[in-house]
């Protein structure tokens, strides 16, 4: 799957056409680097998932570098994410309700130090249990907006415990040698990689002439 970031009401469809053929409860999204994008993909998934196919969504903002979920979507930033995977608050604290009927979101939380250790692999399997596709779940989706790859901590190493991985790509600014090596290191995880979105991309000659 790749897509640009325009028409993401059809990279939701074929998530969607996916999840009919294998399991897919829970997705995350990450970049190469900051400021690619990734954010606003998440969140225009998480919407589309709701607004076109009407699933329940769980978006989570578990971005340490630049929490902006709670901002965009006009809700609380605290308690979130962080405090839950430190035992501090419970799961039922921590998910808001939002503007949009079906989604809901669960903030980043409150900062602070060692953040990194928090995803480790076994705290993420012990603290998220949704993540494994059970009858009757609260939510269709989980959609996470991930850290970059250059970030607090190395999202190679716990991108397995998640059905999918979409990455997200801008156009004209993350060199393609980057991208393999990013790509080699989630497969070398286990991760599955269902493919990227292409951001922020420029069109030189009319959009209709491009295959």
């Keep these: 799957m790749i897509a640009d970031c325009a028409p993401l009401a059809a990279v939701a469809a074929s998530l969607i056409r996916l999840r009919q053929k294998q399991a897919l409860t829970s997705l995350i999204v990450t970049s190469c680097n900051a400021g690619e994008g990734k954010t606003t993909v998440a969140l225009q998934i998480a919407r589309a998932a709701v607004l076109e196919s009407e699933l329940r969504v769980l978006l989570i903002d578990c971005n340490p570098a630049n929490p902006r979920l709670a901002d965009l979507l006009n809700c609380d930033p605290v308690p979130g994410f962080a405090d839950f ?4 608050v ?5 998910i808001r309700a939002t503007a949009v009927r079906g989604l809901d979101l669960m903030p980043f939380g409150s900062p602070g130090p060692g953040r990194a250790s928090r995803y480790e692999p076994g705290r993420l399997r012990s603290k998220l249990p ?6 009757g ?3 269709d989706l989980i959609v996470l907006d991930g850290p970059s790859s250059v970030g607090e901590f190395d999202l190679t190493a716990s991108a397995s415990l998640f059905d999918g991985v979409v990455l997200v790509i801008e156009c004209e600014r993350t ?8 790509q080699d290191r989630l497969r070398d995880g286990n991760a599955n990689l269902l493919g990227a979105v292409m951001n922020k991309r420029r069109y030189y000659i009319p959009k209709g002439l491009y295959v």
């Design 137 to 139: 779940a609260a939510y």
């Design 130 to 135: 949704w993540l494994s596709a059970t009858e």
């Design 90 to 94: 419970a799961e039922d604290v921590i």
């Design 85 to 88: 995977l430190d035992g501090r």
């Design 175 to 182: 060199r393609w040698e980057v991208v393999r090596n990013y």
